[in-house]
């Protein structure tokens, strides 16, 4: 029996895959299954779709297993500046999409990473371990398969003026823009940009905060209470802390302010040239045939449609002192709310290799 | 970062670690206690501290270690002070700000690398390393007080009953009376940092003679009737605490004498009594504190601050002195407040103006910086004579 599998290849699949080797299990100890070798392929598409020019998260946005040194340092040192450590002690340090996506790949030739192109879709439970679909057996199993597909709402399907924002688009000259998220905002500001006049349509107003989750639930202080209460509870209160939101600031409402009436906030859909849908992805387990797969044949529990998780992200009832199923990326949110984040990943990751340490 | 309690204390620990051994070594080779004392109290004021903190600040950004530390060095200046460290001003702002630096380089860089969850685990450092965290200060100030222990002088329990003297003390001890022991013909403290304590001396030039020797203390002592001075100090700073000096039928003895000690710090005369002789507390040429005495029946001036002394004179109480009952003289500066001066006499057997029964004199080049005294109940209240210069405090 083989000792690790990480099952998926985006970004929180290499964040584990370099926080294992950080840990000094041997590069041909791990095994790595994904259908693309770019870790940041998928991110990389989406990001270009909304344009996106900088990341929402601060310092430790980057893959690195520890939080320090992160790409602050990193452009500090080639800029031969402190600026970029000033702004990051100041919780505002971004790094740009390209400076992120660059150290991504100095990361992945640097450190060996080459994926077996593989789309697992079946998880067996064996003595010891876990059988991956005749890819051989494995005592610790990560499973970071990523987001199961873009959400586009019911009423909107088939029609075709609709794209969703993470797919390639340009910009009519009316848009409407459905969503009140951080893409919903990114793509305001670039249909504005683009001359397009701007129909924002949202069932609530957008929260606005620096994070996608509020910042103490980002360490054991805010997590014990998350952890001690009910997967029930925990669902609910995942519903609140996940609303749609971006950041505050300048950048974002002066744009809106000088558009004046190019810019306008409506309820529903209506004669719009493009309707983009900033609506996110589909959630739960039920949408990734993976875990779906799983959680079937398991009987494990879900909530809400997620899948219930121990505080370290290890499925219950499928691990024990022999061995590890865990789960990464979106799917691992009743462990940690911000786990589709780099920092989430950093988090199940972390938490993963110190199970991987016993043979 | 959002600290958890155990995570600010243990990362506090671990960054306390290192300029607490440098407060170990620097204690080591100055052969000096206050390293060891602002480490414990940086210590003290910091933990504290963070147990305020912890309910406050449930986020903490990296900016807000300016503001706390700033805040954080204000405290522990006024810890040093309330405790009364000792501690040169430049070397103990340089160990804050190494402790500050270390805190941060650690923090931010060096934590999160020795264990990749730091951030996650709200700066707890696990068992092992909290363990370490706290082994590493314990360790140093564990071994400071031992060291401390093992250089405590040896205590000499003095019997009850007469001795006779003069005793020469001879080496760094403590010698303590118990209830009845007295010594007669003085005591000579011929070494440093000797401590006297609750001793009747009877007799002897001097009660007790102090010459030279630094660090001496003498607390509950009792001088009656030398041939002399009652306690003889020269050339050293020393503390003087809760004495009586009985100099009746002594008319030229001083109760306590402290002379030529301007270089060598400053002399504490607390919570004394004496009775007759000439002069009942008087300085030369010396640096003192007279504080919260009481000064009866001398036959020259009940407290005396002269010969280029500089000191304060407070919260004494002088009755029915001869002549003078505070003297602040010969080119010296003294700060005068809150004593109570009465029932001084004229000097008739003098043709001395300054002797005509002045509360207070100041003469001869000296300055006075005078507060609230009571100096009503003498024949003369003030008198400032001879170049001297008088400031009234408000």
């Known amino acids: 029996m083989e000792r690790v599998a990480l099952v998926g290849g985006g970004l929180a699949g290499f964040v584990a895959y370099l926080t294992v080797l950080r840990s000094g299990v041997p590069p041909d100890e791990i095994a790595l299954f994904a259908p693309e070798a770019d870790p940041a392929a998928a991110w990389r598409r989406r990001a270009a779709a909304i344009r996106q020019t900088h990341m929402r998260s601060e310092s430790d946005g980057h893959c690195l297993p520890a939080t320090w040194p992160g790409l602050a340092v990193r452009e500090a040192r080639r800029r031969r500046s402190l600026a970029p450590l000033a702004r990051s002690v100041c919780d505002r340090y971004h790094a740009t999409v390209p400076d992120f996506l660059e150290h991504v790949e100095e990361l992945r030739v640097s450190s060996g990473w080459s994926p077996r192109a593989a789309r697992i879709e079946r998880v067996t439970p064996v003595d010891g371990g876990f059988s991956l679909e005749g890819h051989g057996e494995f005592r610790h199993v990560l499973l970071a398969t990523g987001h199961p597909g873009l959400a586009v709402p019911e009423e909107l399907r088939g029609d075709a003026r609709a794209v969703h924002s993470y797919e390639p688009h340009e910009y009519r000259e009316s848009v409407c823009v459905v969503g009140a998220g951080l893409a919903a905002a990114t793509e305001w500001l670039n249909a504005l940009e683009a001359g397009s006049t701007v129909i924002s349509v949202r069932r609530r107003e957008p929260v606005r905060r620096p994070l996608a989750v509020p910042r103490p639930y980002l360490t054991r202080r805010g997590l014990a209470a998350f952890h001690r209460s009910s997967p029930e509870r925990r669902a609910l209160e995942l519903r609140e802390l996940l609303l749609p939101s971006y950041p505050p600031g300048r950048e974002w409402d002066e744009p809106l302010a000088r558009a004046g009436g190019r810019f306008r906030v409506e309820e529903r859909v209506n004669g719009a040239d493009q309707v983009i849908c900033a609506t996110g992805f589909l959630r739960g387990v039920g949408h990734d045939p993976l875990l779906r797969r799983l959680v079937d044949e398991q009987g494990l529990e879900t909530v809400d449609g997620r899948l219930v998780l121990a505080p370290d992200a290890t499925v219950p009832v499928l691990t024990d002192s022999t061995r590890t199923l865990a789960v990464a990326g979106v799917a691992a949110q009743m462990a940690y709310p911000a786990a589709d984040t780099l920092g989430g990943a950093r988090y199940v990751a972390h938490r993963f290799v110190r199970r991987c340490r016993t043979r | ?394």
Request: one cysteine or more; a negative charge.
């Open chain 2, 1 to 394: 970062m959002s600290y958890t309690l155990i995570g600010r204390l243990e990362s506090r620990l671990a960054a306390l670690a290192l300029p607490f051994a440098a407060a170990l070594v620097l204690a080591a080779a100055l052969a000096e206690w206050w390293p060891v004392g602002l480490a414990a109290a940086m210590l003290a004021a910091v933990v504290a501290l963070d147990l305020v903190y912890h309910p406050v600040l449930r986020y903490q950004p990296g900016w807000a270690a300016l503001p706390l530390g700033l805040l954080e060095l204000g405290v522990v200046m006024a810890v040093v002070l309330a405790l009364g460290v000792r501690a040169p001003l430049a070397v103990a702002l340089a160990l804050f700000a190494a402790a500050w630096l270390c805190a941060q380089v650690l923090g931010h860089a060096l934590l999160p690398l020795w264990r990749l969850s730091y951030a996650e685990d709200g700066g707890e450092l696990g068992r092992r390393g909290g363990a370490l965290a706290a082994a590493a200060v314990a360790a140093p100030l564990a071994a400071a007080g031992g060291l401390w222990y093992a250089h405590l002088p040896p205590v000499v329990h003095l019997a009850a009953g007469v001795h006779q003297g003069p005793l020469v003390i001879t080496r760094r001890e403590r010698l303590v009376g118990e209830p009845g022991a007295v010594v007669r013909g003085g005591i000579v403290v011929a070494h440093k940092n000797v401590e006297i304590s609750h001793v009747t001396v009877v007799g002897g030039v001097n009660g007790i003679t102090v010459d030279g020797m630094r660090g001496v203390v003498l607390d509950h002592v009792t001088v009656l009737h030398p041939q002399e001075d009652g306690i003889h100090v020269r050339g050293e700073a020393i503390t003087i605490s809760h004495c009586t000096v009985d100099m009746t039928g002594v008319p030229y003895g001083q109760g306590i004498d402290i002379s030529y000690n301007m270089d060598t710090g400053e002399t504490m005369v607390d919570r004394c009594t004496v009775v007759g002789g000439q002069e009942g507390i008087v300085t030369h040429s010396s640096s003192a504190m007279l504080m919260h005495n009481r000064v009866e029946r001398t036959t020259m001036r009940g407290i005396s601050m002269t010969e280029m002394s500089m000191g304060g004179v407070m919260h004494n109480t002088v009755l029915h002195a001869k002549g003078i009952g505070i003297l602040c003289g010969d080119h010296s500066t003294c700060m005068i407040d809150r004593n109570d001066v009465a029932g001084t006499t004229v000097d008739r057997a003098s043709e001395d103006r300054e002797r005509a029964g002045y509360g207070l004199v100041v003469e001869f080049g000296a300055v006075g910086d005078l507060g609230r005294n009571d100096l009503t109940d003498n024949p003369l209240t003030m008198g400032v004579f001879v170049g001297s210069l008088v400031h009234w405090q408000r």
